[in-house]
């Protein structure tokens, strides 16, 4: 169990971000993570523990953007106690992609076998999170094929990215230069 939140406001989000993390601590305190968007310019500080030991004024005045995300961590898949393995987790491509998640899902083997021999993607971690946000980000790149991102290209991609991807999950993401998505499982 993790708790996740976005936010897009007309002024900086980091401390409404980092309110809304105090009141869903009591979904994981393993670790957490804030990432905001300063128009295409990704800001995010993640940190082992709870939410009131990770940020500082100083963590907070880096955190610019009147859109972001941020999630509280109780460690179900991955090693707790390693800070790679605290989400947001980011890819560069295709746009720049942040990406939170809840959740769990059930063919971890098979996806990281295909986002190696078939995405040619690595990943750096043993979390699924990083492996849906690569998902995600391979049938990102597929739909727009080098073209100007669009929503339909999105919702394509969502939903083949949910064809590849057994579990239950919600998911929150920002895409540089573009917004934030929100999504989950297709059974909700």
């Known amino acids: 169990m993790c708790g996740i939140v976005g936010i897009i406001s007309k002024e900086q989000v980091n401390q409404q971000i980092y309110d809304s993390l105090l009141l869903l601590q ?5 670790s957490t993570g804030i990432a905001t968007m300063d128009g295409s310019v990704f800001h995010v500080r993640k940190s082992k523990g709870q939410v009131k030991e990770a940020y500082r004024t100083r ?4 955190l610019k953007g009147n859109i972001g995300l941020g999630h509280v961590r109780y460690a179900t898949k991955g090693v707790a106690d390693r800070e790679e393995e605290a989400q947001p987790f980011y890819v560069n491509a295709p746009y720049g992609i942040i990406l939170v998640h809840n959740g769990n899902l059930t063919n971890t083997r098979e996806l990281e076998k295909d986002l190696f021999n078939k995405d040619r993607r690595h990943t750096n971690s043993t979390s699924d999170t990083e492996m849906l946000l690569n998902v995600l980000a391979t049938e990102l790149q597929l739909q727009s094929s080098g073209k100007e991102l669009t929503p339909d290209h999105i919702f394509k991609a969502v939903k083949y990215m949910q064809e590849r991807i057994e579990g239950s999950y919600a998911s929150i993401a920002l895409i540089a230069g573009h917004g934030i998505l929100a999504f989950r499982d297709p059974y909700g």
């Open 59 to 62: 963590h907070m005045r880096a």
């Open 26 to 30: 009591h979904r994981g305190q393993d």
